[in-house]
Nanobody
Framework: QVRLVESGGGSVQSGGSLRLSCAAS????????KGWFRQAPGKEREGVAA???????VYADSVKGRFAISQDNAKLTLYLQMNSLKPEDTATYYC????????????????????WGQGTQVTVSS
C-alpha cells in the first residue's frame, strides 16, 4: 500500500502564493505518475497537474503558467507551487499516485489513480 499525506494548505488573498507538499510512504516502489487534483464544493474532482518518474509534467489549462508541480524522489515528496492564486482556485487539494496504466493523456483523470491522500484545504479570498 501507498500512503499519501498532504500539507501546506491555508487561506490567502487573491494574487498570493501557496506551496503544497505530499509525503509518500509505504510500498512506493513502482510509482509511475503522481498528480494533484482539486474539488470545490458542488463540483467534480478535477486534475490540476501531474508528473511522471522522468519529470515530464502535464497541467490543466486553468493553471498553466501559475502552478508548478515538482518532486523530490529522495524525499518521496511531491510539491505544487501555486502562484497568482484566484478565488476560483479555492478547493480541497488532493495528491494521488499510481503504479499502473497512466500516460500523459490520462494523467489528469482521477480514475487513473488508486492511491489518494486525505486532502488539504486552499481558500483564496478576493
Amino acid at each position: 500500500q501507498v500512503r499519501l499525506v498532504e500539507s501546506g494548505g491555508g487561506s490567502v488573498q487573491s494574487g498570493g502564493s501557496l506551496r503544497l507538499s505530499c509525503a509518500a510512504s509505504g510500498y512506493t516502489v513502482g510509482i509511475t505518475y503522481k498528480g494533484w487534483f482539486r474539488q470545490a464544493p458542488g463540483k467534480e474532482r478535477e486534475g490540476v497537474a501531474a508528473i511522471d518518474g522522468d519529470g515530464t509534467t502535464v497541467y490543466a489549462d486553468s493553471v498553466k503558467g501559475r502552478f508548478a508541480i515538482s518532486q523530490d524522489n529522495a524525499k518521496l515528496t511531491l510539491y505544487l507551487q501555486m502562484n497568482s492564486l484566484k478565488p476560483e482556485d479555492t478547493a480541497t487539494y488532493y495528491c494521488a499516485a499510481t503504479k499502473w496504466g497512466a500516460s500523459t493523456s490520462t494523467a489528469l483523470a482521477s480514475k487513473s489513480y488508486p492511491y489518494w491522500g486525505q486532502g488539504t484545504q486552499v481558500t483564496v479570498s478576493s
